[in-house]
């Protein structure tokens, strides 16, 4: 872009004429002219990584703003965002450019990004069809490994132990189950009566019910963010429902004893699957899901303890 006798030179079009109607004294004056006349002439832009998109060109007052935005990067990832300005269509540049800021340097993923840039504070060359070079360096930060252990249960089975290994893949091995595992039904049921009921007296339930519930599973783990991981794994489950019955003499109608009858139609053992979500910020683990067992039933799972 050239100035001649106080007229601005549109090398686009090789007219000559004066946006002002008269010769510009002021600097900032020519400034804001060369700027708008850039904007006219049209802005290209080259991209040197396929995580950068969305590139914007803006003029405010004396400078150039570039909005852009960094996308499909890893949680892992910084980058090291450089800016560059070529004045004959993308041939050769200058740069990086000094007198910048906003998103350039050291640069974190997500969200939308801009750089601005004060165009008459570096020494370069504005003159010709301007080419825009936003370059992006990736550094990848190792991922680390961490073992976890974890208070771990459900919605039926609210004691248990959960241990494992998380990283961008581990492992985990979760037992949990309830105190009803002590108890051991002399009878079984179906919705009505008992069904190998053998005794002299008779029986009635009186609506009292418990769970047996334990479970054994295992799976793997994958790291989605920097905090955040999925689980997902299987394993062998068993639920049983017992119903609670008294015991009655026919001769004077006495209560002689009382038992536990497993109502069949409500009791599953088999596979058990489940999947959820893992948080580590610093020592602390948590994690939250659902699990199925036989996959006739949904439990809510949970677990809290630490790593190292």
């Known amino acids: 872009m050239k100035i001649n006798n106080c007229k601005l ?4 079009s090789e007219e000559h004429f004066s946006p002002m109607g008269r ?25 040197k990584s396929q995580s950068v998109s969305n590139i914007e060109p803006l003029q405010t007052g004396n400078k150039i703003t570039i909005k852009y935005k ?6 892992n990832q910084t980058f090291n965002v450089s800016f560059f300005v070529s004045n004959d269509g993308g041939k050769t540049f200058q740069g990086p450019l000094k007198s910048v800021s906003g998103d350039v340097g050291e ?63 581990g492992w985990y091995l979760t037992a949990r189950l309830n105190l009803n595992i002590l108890l051991s039904p002399k009878y079984e049921c179906d919705d009505e009566k008992l069904t190998n009921y053998t005794g002299e007296s008779y029986y009635s339930f009186d609506g009292e019910s418990k769970i047996i519930r334990y479970s054994l599973t295992g799976g793997i783990t994958y790291q989605a963010g920097r905090n955040v991981y999925f689980y997902a794994g299987g394993g062998y489950g068993t639920k049983d429902l017992l119903w609670h019955i008294n015991e009655y003499d026919y001769s004077d109608d006495s209560k002689t004893g009382d038992d536990y009858a497993k109502n069949v139609n409500y009791s599953y053992s088999g596979i ?17 899901g659902v699990s199925s067992q036989s996959f006739k039933r949904l439990d809510g799972n949970f677990s809290i303890g630490l790593t190292f």
């Open 9 to 12: 030179l549109n090398p686009a």
């Open 23 to 47: 010769c510009p004294k002021d600097r900032g004056v020519i400034k804001k002219i060369l700027l708008i006349i850039i904007l006219f002439l049209g802005i290209a832009i080259t991209i």
């Open 70 to 75: 960094i996308i499909g990067a890893k949680f």
């Open 107 to 169: 640069v974190l993923s997500g969200g939308n990004k801009e750089i601005v840039w004060g165009v008459f504070k570096d020494d370069v060359n504005i003159e010709g069809n301007l080419v825009f070079d936003v370059r992006v360096k990736v550094n990848e930060e190792k991922i680390k490994k961490k073992f976890f252990v974890a208070f771990s249960g459900n919605t039926t089975a609210p004691l248990g132990l959960s241990v494992g290994q998380i990283g961008k893949t």
């Open 272 to 288: 058990e699957a489940e999947a959820g979500m893992i948080i580590n910020s610093g020592s602390f683990f948590f994690s939250a």
